[in-house]
């Protein structure tokens, strides 16, 4: 059993010997090179690493935007490693919450559309979808803000605005990208707390970050060189 009290066959990521290799040219980029790496349910955890070590090509491979040259991705049991683009984005839209650095909002939508998009994709019905949409912004600390558009936000709102829509549909995987990076430093503490609250209430979080400040609220660090694990620590 795991620390946290999942049996080890019942990961909620398990990579084993994956690979990456792009063609540019001529020449064979070797993104990840067989990289093993597993997590449990409810973790939180970082993942760092320098330009060119394999950690976006890592996050594209786990949020299910890409797929491995070789190797396996089972993500809650099931292979999803040479899955079709169709699968994929099914797969992506029911398990797995993503925030993005740039936030990624319609400008001419309202916070609560914003919200519902990954519902309206997955079939949600309307009064399901707004209830959803309006519990995750309450969630988020928007309940007043449901009706504004993305202008008419901060950035720490419009941060928020894509976590709650990252929790519409109770994904299994939070998975942020440098959630931070266009905040300044008081705003990025608040988002942080939120991701902090968002773990203690259960949720598997997955940060990818440059920012150390960012990787200690995580429990887990795992730091990625030459497309590979170079170290995994629990902080």
Known sequence: MSEHGVAKDQALIDLVEVRKIYQRGNEEVHALSGLDLRL???EYVAIMG??????STLMNIVGCLDTP?????????????????NNLADVRNRQIGFVFQTFNLLARSTALHNVELPLLYGGTRR???????E????RCGLAD???????????GQRQRV???RALANSPS?????????NLDSRTGDEIMALFDALHAEGNTVILVTHEESVAQHANRLVRIRDGVVATDERI
Request: no cysteine.
């Open 40 to 42: 449990e349910r409810g």
């Open 50 to 55: 320098p330009s060119g070590s394999g950690k």
């Open 69 to 85: 040259t070789s190797g396996i991705y089972r993500l809650d049991g099931v292979d999803v490693s040479d899955m079709n683009a």
């Open 127 to 133: 009064r399901l979808r707004r209830e959803r949409a």
């Open 135 to 138: 519990d995750a912004l309450t």
């Open 145 to 155: 803000r449901m009706d504004h558009r993305p202008n008419e936000l901060s950035g």
């Open 162 to 164: 894509a976590i709650a």
């Open 173 to 181: 995987l939070l998975l942020a990208d440098e959630p931070t990076g």
